[in-house]
């Protein structure tokens, strides 16, 4: 199975920052990778798919980049309410849609 | 605007099959569009994809939980269900459905690809 890896596990910035999370997969998957925001206590919210599509809805500040086996989320710049938990996830054709172990992200 | 739902009990006893069911509403399950899943996340951990379902009855498990899992769809009732065999402690989790967007690989093969929309999820409890 491929195996995904995220880097830091947390992090905290100030209000206004950039902030780039990175998650890796143990083999290449194309562009075949979405990120997620989960805020506590809540559901996960789909940020972005296809490595670099932003959902419907969610802020130009997040953006996402990559492709094969490393990919970038960057927020541009840090707001209150992006105090969440991050994950990529992966769906290159063959199952397990596996999920990244998640990066912490609250404010500094 | 696309609503998921779970519903199921709260508590399971070691060994017994913990089951559940998500209810679709705004949108028809039986869409070619998409698949219809489950997810699940221990407290304070990460989420893990336990396995998913087409309209048809086709579906995706994890290998880490295939030999316990049984999936199933009820297009009549807009539904589909999860049942976990043999549950222990380590089953203990908020249980999230979600619809799982259904793309074509560069084979022509059908699969899934991330999930849009989630229900709230619900936790289940094994415990005697």
């Known amino acids: 199975d491929i195996q995904m890896t995220q880097s830091p596990s947390s992090l905290s910035a100030s209000v206004g920052d950039r902030v780039t999370i990175t998650c890796r997969a143990s083999q290449g998957i194309s562009n075949y990778l979405a990120w997620y925001q989960q805020k506590p206590g809540k559901v996960p919210k789909l940020l972005i798919y296809a490595a670099s599509t932003l959902q419907s809805g969610v802020p130009s500040r997040f953006s996402g980049s990559g492709s094969g086996t490393d990919f970038t989320l960057t927020i541009s710049s840090l707001q209150p309410e992006d105090v969440a938990t991050y994950y990529c996830q992966k769906y290159n054709s063959a199952p397990p849609f596996t999920f990244g172990p998640g990066t912490k992200v609250d404010i500094k | 605007q696309l609503q998921l739902q779970e519903s199921g009990p709260g508590l399971v006893k070691p060994s017994e099959t913990l089951s559940l069911t998500c209810t679709v509403s705004?949108?028809?399950?039986?869409?070619?569009?998409?698949?219809w899943g489950w997810i699940r996340q221990p407290p304070g951990k990460g989420l893990e994809w336990i396995g998913s379902i087409y309209y048809s009855g086709s579906t995706y498990y994890n290998p880490s939980l295939k030999s316990r899992v049984t999936i199933s769809v009820d297009t009549s009732k807009n539904q589909f269900s999860l049942k976990l065999s043999s549950v222990t402690a380590a089953d203990t989790a908020v249980y999230y459905c979600?619809?799982?967007?259904?793309?074509?690989?560069?084979?022509?093969?059908?699969?899934?690809?991330?999930?849009?929309?989630w229900g709230q999820g619900t936790l289940v409890t094994v415990s005697s």
């Open positions: 979600a619809r799982h967007v259904a793309y074509y690989d560069s084979s022509g093969y059908r699969t899934c690809g991330y999930f849009d929309y």
């Open positions: 705004g949108g028809s399950i039986s869409s070619s569009s998409y698949y």
